[in-house]
């Protein structure tokens, strides 16, 4: 049982180019998430889906896209990249129906956009 | 301003010395309550989980909730070298797809 895994674990990229950052997770969750994390500023919501197939907007989504095509995955995507999304982003699972609140994170993307 | 304000820190303290850490937050309509632990270059991970106001005590971890001065704390008692690390809080509504709003963190040293 590996939880959440996100990759790559580092990426640096040039302004302007584009990536897909891969997040999976094997607890069977309804609901999954993207975080940045940045000095300062604690972790921003970027996207999240409540399901397969389905996606919406969170708290910093300009710049950023999302697809939830299989439920146990949940891709990232920067179109054109620029050095204000340098940033540590997690991506995180939570089940529906449980007590608790509580989401699983995964270990982290570091990417640096020069 | 702000939905959740955290002192940042750092904060500096000796092996067995009791910690407190705490945030505020304006939103109302948040009912649930948790503290994540972050080590270094690693993913959050849950530490505490509190619905609604009230105490919570999990070995040397007590989370406390003041949901009328919209405050909360988490108290380690006899702390550790291993209990340095980045505590966030976080806090969610019903009815919010379990959308968590985060605290910005405090970075915790304990000293041995």
């Known amino acids: 049982n590996a939880g959440v895994t996100q990759t790559p674990k580092f990426r640096v990229l040039k302004t302007g180019q584009s990536m897909t950052l891969l997040c999976a997770q094997d607890?069977?969750?309804?609901?999954m998430y993207w975080y940045r994390q940045d000095p300062g500023m604690g972790l921003r919501l970027i996207h999240y889906?409540?399901?397969?197939?389905?996606?919406a907007k969170g708290e910093v989504p300009d710049g950023y896209n999302v697809s939830r095509l299989k439920k146990q995955n949940f891709l990232l995507g920067l179109e054109s990249a620029a050095p204000s999304q340098t940033s540590v982003y997690f991506c995180a699972s939570t089940e529906t129906g449980a007590s608790t609140d509580t989401q699983y994170f995964g270990p982290g993307t570091r990417l640096t956009v020069l | 301003q702000k939905e959740v304000e955290q002192d940042p820190g750092p904060l500096s303290v000796p092996e067995g010395a009791i910690v407190s850490l705490n945030c505020t937050y304006s939103n109302s309509a948040f009912q649930y309550f948790m503290w994540y632990r972050q080590y270094s270059r690693k993913g959050p991970e849950l530490l505490m989980y509190?619905?609604?106001?009230g105490n919570k005590e999990d070995g040397r971890f007590t989370a406390q909730v003041d949901k009328s001065s919209k405050y909360i704390s988490l108290f380690i008692r006899d702390s550790q070298p291993s209990d340095s690390a980045t505590y966030l809080c976080?806090?969610?509504?019903?009815?919010?797809?379990?959308?968590?709003?985060f605290g910005s963190g405090t970075q915790l040293t304990v000293l041995p």
């Open positions: 976080a806090m969610s509504a019903s009815g919010s797809a379990r959308q968590l709003t």
């Open positions: 509190t619905y609604s106001s």
């Open positions: 889906s409540v399901g397969e197939g389905t996606t």
């Open positions: 607890m069977n969750h309804e609901y």
